[in-house]
């Protein structure tokens, strides 16, 4: 599976973004597919995941009510809505695919994205 991340760029406090990450080929409907980011000397984090046969999504605390992630089954595409960022949302953000539908942690993706960067200034 290839991933395949975009979207990102520089905004300002408070402004929006829309991260999306298309996939090669349709994914399982148990699998799970999620972001994660990674700031400059901080390990990878989860920042949201849905599960690809139904509507289950899941987020980290420091995003939620704030970024909304959702699928486009015709364009096996995922995708991230962020609103309200914040100069600490700056990092490099990664769409990962877990086959073993694992949602919580970076080394049950099996498949991750190239990465794209969302800096957010203050």
């Known amino acids: 599976v290839q991933l395949q991340a975009s979207g990102g760029g520089l905004v300002q406090a408070g402004d929006s973004l829309k991260l999306s990450c298309a996939a090669s080929l349709r994914p399982y409907s148990s699998s799970v597919l999620g972001w994660f980011r990674q700031a400059p000397g901080k390990e990878r984090e989860f920042v949201a995941a849905?599960?690809?046969?139904?509507?289950?999504?899941y987020y980290s605390d420091s995003v939620k009510g704030r970024f909304t992630i959702s699928k486009d089954n015709a364009k096996n595409s995922l995708i991230l809505q962020m609103n309200a960022l914040k100069p600490e949302d700056t990092a490099v953000y990664y769409c990962a695919y877990s086959w073993s539908g694992g949602i919580w942690q970076a080394l049950e993706y099996a498949y991750w994205g190239q990465g794209t960067q969302v800096t957010v200034s203050s």
């Open positions: 849905i599960r690809w046969g139904s509507r289950n999504t």
